[in-house]
């Protein structure tokens, strides 16, 4: 048995992070200020006495009484909607907040792992994106706030893990999809599903031609379980290989809906990425990953749980 802090643990991975350590028998610490989380996805949580729940900001300090064995850190606002509305609260948190995390990973013997992001890999010029692709990112774009949060959070974690010696990981996560996700986030799955669900027009931006590569939450919940007991510690693709159009996507959930939406389109955001896949070579050859379920399988869990936000 472990003890597990998780930054974060009230968004959409983090919380589905925390039942996987409790019901791997650890005790967990979710912590978490509630800017983009909600205490509604663990509340159902509270009762379990091997579960603690801290309201706090983790960019002012980080405090966790008694040992700790691991540290994810996941704090982040993570959909462009998010960052674009909070900015310096991104940066502050990817820089910061890690910072902060991983003073206290040193001080308590903790094995930390860093949430990190596609995102780092920008508007990519090699397809399929792996490792050890360094990226093409503007940096001072309005997506920038997020890349380069995350893009210094990986800086950071490897610095500490060389000049301290703390035991680090760093994921870097595809999109991914599952229940908890909020309704207005902005990310295309829920976007897509509101809009489908409320017989809405589907907003495709650009022509659809961009390409996305969708994971659902349990296998990239199972992902990062193994990549905090490994004993990797540069970045890991976790995600899901099946590249698929915006426009494909928007139709595959027109049908698993039955929703006679119409499909519209808008003008592409700034820098938003042409094609995004991972290549999980990585993952496969060190932790024996791969995701299991498949896009229409996740996509229709994702459909039953958005049924009832609608």
Known sequence: MARVLITGGAGFIGS??????????????C???????????????????????IQQDVTNYIWVKGPLDAIMHFASPASPVDYLELPIQTLKVGS???????????EKGARLLLASTSET??????????????????????????DEAKRFAEAMTMAYHRTHGVQT?????FNTHGPRMRLNDGRVVPNFIAQALRGEPMTVYGDGSQTRSFCYVSDL?????????????????CGNPLEVSILRFAETIKKLTGSKSEIVFRPLPVDDPKVRQPDITRARSILGWEPKVGLEEGLRKTIDYFRDKV
């Not at 912590?31 to 729940?53: I, K, Q, W």
């Not at 990062?224 to 490994?230: A, E, I, K, T, W």
């Open 16 to 29: 589905h992070l925390c039942e996987r350590f409790l019901d791997d028998g650890n005790d967990v610490i």
């Open 31 to 53: 912590m978490d200020n509630l800017l983009t989380g909600s205490r509604d996805n663990v509340a159902h949580l509270f009762e379990n006495p091997r579960f603690t729940f």
């Open 96 to 106: 910061l907040g890690t910072h902060k995390a991983l003073g206290l990973a040193k």
């Open 169 to 173: 990981r760093i994921v870097r996560i």
């Open 221 to 237: 919940v199972e992902g990062l379980v193994r990549l905090l007991g490994s004993d990797y510690p540069h970045p890991v693709n």
């Open 121 to 146: 890999y920008g508007d990519p010029l090699v397809h399929p994106q792996n490792e050890d692709y360094w990226g093409n990112v503007n940096p001072i774009g309005p997506r920038g706030v997020y």
